[in-house]
């Protein structure tokens, strides 16, 4: 048996939500249907606009539905001379909470991945590149995941930027602070011994 | 910092969902915006049209947007004289998946609950009361849940229904099957050895 079309659309719908099953579409929908109909409303409405309206900042590739996202049109920091290349808007995100970082971002929106097709072009290489042509950058920092993609891109990103006068740096891999060294992998410990600073 | 007013919209929106916090919101708001605009298009419109279409079955109160949902709909089982009482359109679909009853049903949405201000009125218990009444019922299946509230639901609805010459019966709680005896706690064990069977 199945409800009725309606119903049954809407718990298909659902499925496509990351990590959402049938019994957890299921158990959504009847909560929206039975308690809470005008959130419903919203995030229906809400999803129209976003998936039909949110494009690319032409500037640095994350997600806005402007021609540039709010950082790179601000004044201060959008004309900023260090560019921070990051995988996703996510992680712009998670740099953005630590209020530490002042300059302007560059989104990859994924790593090189051959395999998966996922070359230069895909990652908006060449925009990155007319960034550090224009001669309005100093520094370019690479804090792409730690992951053998991460590093792959980060990699290939300072091959292309030696050519352009540019300071490139990678973000420092250690122990994270509260981790206790007792539980840290070797590499994770390898690479903190190495990048050891004087005190 | 804050994403674009669009994104972050919807981030707020999806958190609307059941078991969805702000960073799960995030992801889903990512993988729809990165890898699946259509789907997140069309949720957004299963969404709209279920939120503002859906209604109650008119005979039984599951959610339907007919007059009558599939079942009280159906020739066959829409005048069945025996009628089975669940709490919510969730248990319908799990009795259906079973396949062994081909009664109709009667959906309360809740179950009384006088400190939340669920009573008689919020269950529908006149529409059932109708049916009663109107002599084309000969047996009432209790299949509220085995809680306290579901309990005192079943009680109520009995005593209601005693006054119609209806047969009125509670579904059977005791072990489940593929369960093992010692992990079975000893309320159920109870219930199953009180509602024992002859063979």
């Given at each position: 048996?199945?409800?009725?079309?309606?119903?049954?659309?809407?718990?298909?719908?659902?499925?496509?939500?990351?990590?959402?099953?049938?019994?957890?579409?299921?158990?959504?929908?009847?909560?929206?249907?039975?308690?809470?109909?005008?959130?419903?409303q919203s995030l229906g409405h809400a999803l129209s606009k976003a998936m039909s309206d949110v494009g690319h900042c032409?500037?640095?590739?994350?997600?806005?539905?402007?021609v540039h996202c709010p950082i790179c049109a601000s004044h201060k920091r959008g004309q900023s001379q260090v560019i921070c290349v990051v995988e996703t808007p996510a992680d712009v995100l998670a740099i953005e909470a630590g209020g530490h970082f002042s300059g302007r971002y560059f989104v990859l929106l994924g790593h090189l991945s051959p395999l998966d097709g996922i070359g230069p072009d895909e990652l908006g290489l060449a925009l990155l590149e007319e960034h550090?042509?224009?001669?309005?950058?100093?520094?370019?920092i690479l804090a792409t995941n730690p992951t053998v993609e991460g590093d792959a891109t980060a990699h290939f990103i300072a091959d292309m930027a030696k050519s352009h006068q540019v300071i490139v740096s990678r973000i420092a891999h250690g122990v994270p602070v509260?981790?206790?060294l007792e539980y840290v992998d070797s590499t994770t410990l390898?690479?903190?011994?190495n990048g050891r600073l004087p005190l």
């Open positions: 048996m199945k409800f009725s079309p309606l119903v049954d659309e809407l718990i298909q719908a659902l499925k496509c939500l990351p990590g959402v099953g049938p019994k957890s579409a299921q158990r959504m929908a009847f909560q929206l249907l039975e308690r809470d109909r005008k959130a419903g032409q500037s640095c590739r994350t997600f806005t539905e402007e550090l042509a224009s001669g309005e950058v100093s520094e370019l509260g981790g206790e390898a690479l903190s011994f």
